[in-house]
């Protein structure tokens, strides 16, 4: 009902980069593990609609969900922590909130009133945080705002936060995220910053309810005293939240903090037994004591931000557990790899992946990694454009079809295996115009990743504009790389793999959306299957 609904607020103080995702979803978790429905929310306050035209280097990956949303990489810490889907609704920027007032405006909704931050853009940010509990489907709602507090981009929603306080009552709480420095030179964890911080959304009219707090060491009873005092808050609301050695831990340090009885209290639900974690603590003490080591290549372009691959880093953690192996990823960058030095670059390695991708740079390194792969039988897995320079790399070194390409990067290509999707053919705007979300696919019998997902339809999702070029289907599959999965309805090849290798797979779509802790997607457990067995007959 979503007049029971419950709400948390979860915001940042002091800096950025505390791990306010990590938080929500580990409290997230804890919740779900006592039996409640739980979705978590992000707002972000950055003026694009979404993160769909942003580069990775700005903020590392973007993330899809099922329903085609183009989101930040939150909302997959969301789903793997949870294993429960998101949606469009889970993920709303400034740009998105902006875009629908507007609208309204030019409507006429607004019966010629002035329009201004408060009361159409505040109510606008309440609309899409209650939106969630309206559906029904969730008991508690957790919505983390981006940024930190004091940007002028974050005042709406702290406003707005505000608003909903006194609207929600006792169904609602804030927890504020803060940093508690250590200063080496006295050897001290330092308070001020957070009661700064607090100060600061005191201002805005906004009392904490929790503080968790970032910490390099162990926060005494002493200190948390101090925090409660200048703070306004309970002592036992004073949360250490102290570094972990894996995201995973965090549910863990949170729950010997009681963050999640504390939360159950301050919001009037009962508490009742303790959260039932006993999978997530096997998967913890797999991930701790591997049997085995790989070293997989992980080749791209935006290397130096290593958020730009979130969801595949996390998807081979989950595929390393469930061979009871610890993956170790080798980060490549496609510009540094040659003719020349492809074999030393890629030496020892019994795995390699080519990751997604837009655009020319890197483009002739992942190919020579793929032909690398190819020739030396080194397992390898090719995602959405790394799919489509497998195809590029065979249909040149392979089929003989001097210069194939992609005619994303070669438009004159006298062979282009890989060309744009008819429907994007007159689409000219940038934002949430490709191929995305969720599309069945069947998997043909008998094939690699048939023996993968032991099924024969699939969904997985979509990002992207550009499609293998079926006209030249029938010369690949002679010359020995087939297609194993194709979209129904479309046509479409979505998987192609080589017959003549132990495991070679390239996917248009993203199958690292998919993987959650839980479940663990098959292609990767698969894939470093395949690498550990390599690495056991190097040995
Ligand atoms: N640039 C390619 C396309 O648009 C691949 C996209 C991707 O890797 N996500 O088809």
Not at 501 to 527: A, D, R
């Amino acid at each position: 009902m979503s007049a029971g609904t419950k709400y948390i607020f979860v915001t940042g103080g002091v800096t950025s980069s505390l791990g306010k995702g990590i938080v929500s979803a580990s409290l997230a978790k804890l919740l779900q593990a006592r039996g409640h429905t739980v979705t978590i929310q992000k707002l972000d306050p950055y003026i694009n609609v979404d993160p769909g035209t942003l580069n990775p280097y700005e903020h590392g990956e973007c993330f899809v969900t099922d329903d085609g949303a183009e989101t930040d990489l939150d909302l997959g810490h969301y789903e793997r922590f949870l294993n429960t889907p998101t949606s469009q609704a889970n993920n709303v920027t400034t740009g998105k909130i902006y875009q629908t007032v507007i609208e309204k405006e030019r409507r006429g909704d607004f019966l010629g009133k002035t329009v201004q931050v408060i009361p159409h853009i505040t109510d606008e940010i309440k609309d899409r945080i209650r939106a969630l509990g309206k559906t029904g489907k969730y008991e508690i709602v957790i919505t983390e705002i981006g940024g930190t507090v004091g940007d002028i981009e974050s005042l709406p929603y702290i406003e707005a936060i505000r608003q909903l306080k006194w609207e929600l009552g006792k169904d609602c709480i804030v927890i504020h995220l803060t940093l508690i420095p250590y200063l080496s030179t006295t050897g001290e964890l330092k308070t001020k910053p957070t009661q700064h911080s607090v100060k600061l959304m005191l201002e805005y009219g906004v009392q904490p309810d929790i503080l968790v707090c970032r910490a390099e060491h162990k926060i005494s009873k002493e200190l948390k005293n101090k925090i409660a005092l200048f703070c306004n808050v309970e002592a036992r609301a004073v949360i250490e939240a102290i570094d972990a050695s894996t995201i995973y831990e965090v549910p863990l340090f949170m729950e010997a903090e009681k963050l999640d009885i504390v939360v159950l209290e301050k919001l009037g639900l009962p508490v009742k037994g303790e959260a039932k974690l006993e999978s997530w603590k096997h998967f913890l003490t797999s991930l701790k004591t591997p049997k085995t080591e790989v070293r997989i290549g992980l080749v791209g372009k935006y290397i130096e931000l290593k958020d730009s691959y979130k969801s595949i880093a996390e998807s081979f953690i989950h595929a390393g557990v469930a061979n009871e192996c610890k993956v170790k990823l080798e980060w490549i960058h496609s510009e540094t790899i040659t003719d020349e030095n492809v074999g030393s670059k890629l030496n020892g390695l019994t795995g390699i992946l080519v990751a997604p991708g837009f655009g020319n740079r890197g483009i002739e390194g992942k190919i020579n990694a793929i032909k690398f792969a190819r020739e030396h039988k080194i397992p390898f897995l090719g995602i959405c454009l790394g799919m489509q320079c497998a195809v590029i790399e065979f249909a040149r070194n392979v089929m003989g079809l001097k210069g194939a390409h992609s005619t994303e990067m070669n438009p004159e290509t006298a062979h282009p295996v890989i060309d744009l999707l008819e429907a994007q053919k007159k689409i000219t705007n940038k934002g949430g115009t490709m191929r995305l979300g969720a599309y069945t696919c069947n998997i043909i019998e008998g094939t690699k990743v048939f023996e993968a997902y032991k099924t024969v339809e699939i969904s997985e999702r979509h990002r992207h504009r550009y499609e293998f070029n079926n006209e030249y289907l029938g010369d690949f599959e002679r010359a020995g790389m087939v297609a194993s999965g194709i979209n129904p309805n479309a046509g479409l090849v979505e998987i192609v793999e080589l017959k003549d290798h132990p495991w070679f797979v390239g996917v248009q779509f993203h199958p690292e959306y998919k993987s959650t802790v839980e479940n663990p997607h098959p292609l990767f457990v698969n894939f470093v299957k395949a690498a550990v067995h390599v690495a056991s007959l190097v040995h």
